[in-house]
């Protein structure tokens, strides 16, 4: 009902989960549900093709690659594993088949924010789309600090991408894998499978894609800025199974603190937990650790509970940097009224097992002893973006990710767009960034099919500026959620900003999540964690 009322009157909102490039920020933007999914369904008919000839079209485009030792994987929404072992997945090849379908062969890496916006709104009646990414699922990210503590289970913000696809009808090829090469003038891709649970021969497989159009949204991965230990004492908060690990390390070290045989200053060793990074993830997750001391650690170790203390470091004069200055010095005031201690114009210089070695501004060099350290301090470009740049390495010449243009085109290539965090670009690395380049890419693309005049000619990719307006972001403001049932929001009101912090803020932010999230069940899945919170406590509970 807020996000009703709201909506109306402060027009698009949007919550940031990390802000510049210490840490990935979400953006949601509010609408109307009832028209969005009027205007999705008006641009996105319902396949009435039945399965088999799905499988048929998909399954005419491959063929024996011989030079493979692999087998390799058939994961489609509806088809079986291929009897072949190894496998070249051509670009549309139906038309041999006697099939006069002409429509090129769109590949999509990663399930991240921007490509699952394209997923969502590409008409697949012009393309051949193919995903591919190591994670079956669309992560909502606002919510992953809230896992860490038990505030919302995982499987509620996880939807995967076949359900997120087969409700819009889409007809997609999905490939549970990692794509490790590229061939940019073959326009092949090598993509491998990996399981950590099967043994043998079966354990991995590989395949080669050929496509016509690619886009690159692996997305990013945590920074360490080549500090020292951070990748064997640190934990991290980018992906669920980092959610996962911080739950268990932080029932561990309570665990461990309970023993009488634990010396005084082991025992508040164990108990200090130190978050490096003072951005909104790194925030929100000290406010969901607050929360969870005080409302249900007192209850379960109310001894150990008053032990705890949580240590925020920052490189930086302030925390939020990206907020608005009242917005800052407002969760500041919070988190020393909470007992949340804060170290900023701190550097992180080494982690070591049980302590990191910080320096202040002055210089000056000093230790904190730790028992759990969560780096939540940047992001980088995964792998597949640096090996992209390395095919054209004259133009590529930014270690940060993929050069792009305004129009998304990735800088000495042709046929390949990239979005998101892996790129670098005049935007920030934000995931409301990310979701806006989605939505125009998939105009874009759906643009090209239909005008025969453009989309027919082998030059469309380099004519795109000579027939489209280039993608301008338009800021939608944030929201952060800082513990104690208390949110920060800065809103976009006309041409000014508006900024508000508290309670009631929490409340918007809340409805705001639940209206964002990408489906029906995921919004009742996380309301009910919220509702069982409420009732009986979180549970920290790990295999």
């Not at 690990?245 to 108990?271: G, M, P």
Request: charged share 25%; glycine share 6%.
């Amino acid at each position: 009902m807020i996000a009703r009322l709201t909506a109306t009157a402060l027009a698009p909102v949007s919550r940031s989960l990390a802000h510049g490039p210490t840490a990935p920020v979400v953006v949601m933007k509010i609408q109307s549900r009832r028209i969005r999914n009027a205007a999705s369904h008006a641009h996105i008919p319902v396949a009435s093709t039945p399965q088999h000839r799905i499988q048929q079209r998909y399954a005419s485009s491959v063929t024996p690659d011989t030079s493979s030792s692999l087998a390799s994987i058939q994961m489609p929404v509806s088809a079986s594993r291929p009897q072949d072992p190894t496998a070249t997945i051509g670009r549309d090849s139906a038309s041999s088949a006697g099939n006069k379908d002409s429509k090129k062969t769109l590949v999509l890496l990663g399930t991240g924010w921007g490509t699952t916006t394209i997923l969502k709104n590409i008409d697949t009646k012009h393309y051949n789309v193919v995903v591919v990414s190591p994670r079956n699922y669309f992560l909502f990210t606002p919510l992953l600090p809230s896992c860490t503590v038990g505030t919302t289970e995982s499987r509620s913000i996880m939807e995967p991408i076949r359900h997120i696809a087969g409700r819009r009808g889409k007809e997609i090829k999905f490939y549970e894998a990692e794509c490790q090469d590229i061939d940019v003038g073959k326009k092949e891709l090598k993509i491998e499978y990996n399981s950590n649970l099967v043994e043998g021969a079966n354990a991995n497989a590989t395949a080669n894609i050929k496509y016509d159009y690619l886009i690159v949204g692996v997305g990013g991965t945590y920074n360490t800025f080549g500090t020292p230990g951070v990748e064997k004492h640190a934990c991290f908060l980018k992906e669920m199974g980092d959610a996962s690990k911080i739950r268990r390390r932080l029932k561990d070290t309570i665990e461990k603190a309970s023993f009488d045989s634990i010396s005084a200053e082991e025992r508040s060793r164990l108990l200090n937990i130190v978050v490096v990074g003072g951005g909104p993830t790194g925030v929100e997750f000290a406010g969901e650790l607050h929360d969870l001391i005080t409302e249900d650690l007192s209850r379960w170790v109310p001894e150990l509970s008053k032990q705890i203390k949580i240590t925020l470091v920052e490189a930086l004069p302030n925390i939020l940097s990206s907020f608005d200055k009242k917005l800052v010095i407002y969760t500041e005031v919070m988190f020393k009224k909470s007992g949340i201690a804060l170290r900023t114009n701190t550097k992180v210089k080494e982690v070591k097992e049980k302590s990191l070695v910080v320096s202040d501004a002055d210089g000056t060099e000093s230790e904190i002893p730790y028992g759990t350290i969560v780096w939540a301090a940047g992001i980088s470009a995964r792998q597949f973006a640096h090996t992209l740049r390395s095919k054209v390495p004259d133009v590529q010449t930014s270690s940060r990710g993929l050069i792009i243009d305004d129009y998304l085109r990735v800088k000495g290539t042709k046929d390949i767009w990239a979005l998101g965090d892996c790129t670098v670009s005049k935007n920030a690395p934000l995931a409301q960034v990310a979701s806006q380049q989605g939505k125009w890419l998939s105009k874009t693309l759906d643009r090209l099919a239909k005008d025969k005049s453009i989309g027919s000619t082998d030059d469309a990719f380099v004519r795109l500026d000579q027939t489209v307006k280039p993608f301008v972001y338009s800021s939608n403001g944030s929201l952060a959620y800082i513990g104690g049932e208390k949110a920060i929001a800065e809103l976009p009101f006309f041409n000014k900003h508006i900024t508000v912090g508290g309670p009631l803020t929490s409340l918007f932010w809340k409805s705001y999540c639940l209206w964002e999230l990408s489906s029906v069940r995921s919004s009742l899945s996380v309301a009910t964690d919220w509702v069982k919170r409420a009732l009986f406590g979180r549970t920290m509970s790990v295999d």
